[in-house]
T-cell receptor
Framework: DGGITQSPKYLFRKEGQNVTLSCEQNLNHDAMYWYRQDPGQGLRLIYYSQIVNDFQKGDIAEGYSVSREKKESFPLTVTSAQKNPTAFYLC?????????????FGPGTRLLVL | KNQVEQSPQSLIILEGKNCTLQCNYTVSPFSNLRWYKQDTGRGPVSLTIMTFSENTKSNGRYTATLDADTKQSSLHITASQLSDSASYICVVNRSGYALNFGKGTSLLVTP
C-alpha cells in the first residue's frame, strides 16, 4: 500500500445518492489514477490526473467525477448517474504519469448499493 | 484488439509445491509487461517488470519469463507458501498508451 491511503474501506450508497471516495498520497507523485475492479474482470481506468487542476477521462468515466485541487489528493465521486456502482475501487499513483511506469496502489474501497 | 489473457482462471496447490501462471497478449506495440500480486481486499503490488529485450526476471521465489515473439509470459512460483495465496495480474503496456490489465489468476495454497 505504500504511502497511499483510501477511505473508507467500505461504503454504502443509497439509490440516487452521490458518494465520494477519498484517496491521499504522500509519495510526492505527480500522477494519480482511479480504477474499478469487478469480479472476473481486469481493472478498468475511470479517471487519471498527471498534474494538479487537470485530469482526463479513462475508459469508463460515465457516472463518475473527480477533482485534483492538491497534489496529494484525488477524490472520486460516484454520482447517481452511475447505475451499477457496486465494485472495488482502487486508487493509484505514479511519479510522473509516463505510461508504463510503476503505479502504486492504495488498499481500495468497496462500494455497496443498498 | 489489444487483449491480455491469463490462465488458469484459478489454481489450488499444496504448500511447498511449484506452479506456473500464464499470460498471453495481443497488445501492440509492446512496451513492457508487469506482474502484480493482489491479496484479497487489498491493492495490487508490483512483482516484476519486463521489457522487450528481457527474457527472465526473478524476485525471490517469483520468476517471470517473457517471449516477445510469441507474446507469452509466465510467472513461476517456487516452493509455494500459504502467503502466496492471492490473485496474480498480468499488465501489458502499449507504447504511448494506457495499461491493459488481465483478469488475473486466483491462486490458493493449502496446507
Amino acid at each position: 500500500d505504500g504511502g497511499i491511503t483510501q477511505s473508507p474501506k467500505y461504503l454504502f450508497r443509497k439509490e440516487g445518492q452521490n458518494v465520494t471516495l477519498s484517496c491521499e498520497q504522500n509519495l510526492n507523485h505527480d500522477a494519480m489514477y482511479w480504477y474499478r475492479q469487478d469480479p472476473g474482470q481486469g481493472l478498468r481506468l475511470i479517471y487519471y490526473s498527471q498534474i494538479v487542476n487537470d485530469f482526463q477521462k479513462g475508459d469508463i468515466a460515465e457516472g463518475y467525477s473527480v477533482s485534483r485541487e492538491k497534489k496529494e489528493s484525488f477524490p472520486l465521486t460516484v454520482t447517481s448517474a452511475q447505475k451499477n456502482p457496486t465494485a472495488f475501487y482502487l486508487c493509484a499513483s505514479s511519479i510522473s504519469g509516463t505510461v508504463g511506469e510503476t503505479q502504486y496502489f492504495g488498499p481500495g474501497t468497496r462500494l455497496l448499493v443498498l | 484488439k489489444n487483449q491480455v489473457e491469463q490462465s488458469p482462471q484459478s489454481l489450488i496447490i499444496l504448500e511447498g509445491k511449484n506452479c506456473t501462471l500464464q499470460c498471453n497478449y495481443t497488445v501492440s506495440p509492446f512496451s513492457n509487461l508487469r506482474w502484480y500480486k493482489q491479496d484479497t481486499g487489498r491493492g495490487p503490488v508490483s512483482l516484476t517488470i519486463m521489457t522487450f529485450s528481457e527474457n527472465t526476471k526473478s524476485n525471490g521465489r517469483y520468476t517471470a519469463t517473457l517471449d516477445a515473439d510469441t507474446k507469452q509470459s509466465s510467472l513461476h512460483i517456487t516452493a509455494s507458501q500459504l502467503s502466496d495465496s492471492a490473485s496474480y495480474i498480468c499488465v501489458v503496456n502499449r507504447s504511448g498508451y494506457a495499461l491493459n490489465f488481465g483478469k488475473g489468476t486466483s491462486l490458493l495454497v493449502t496446507p
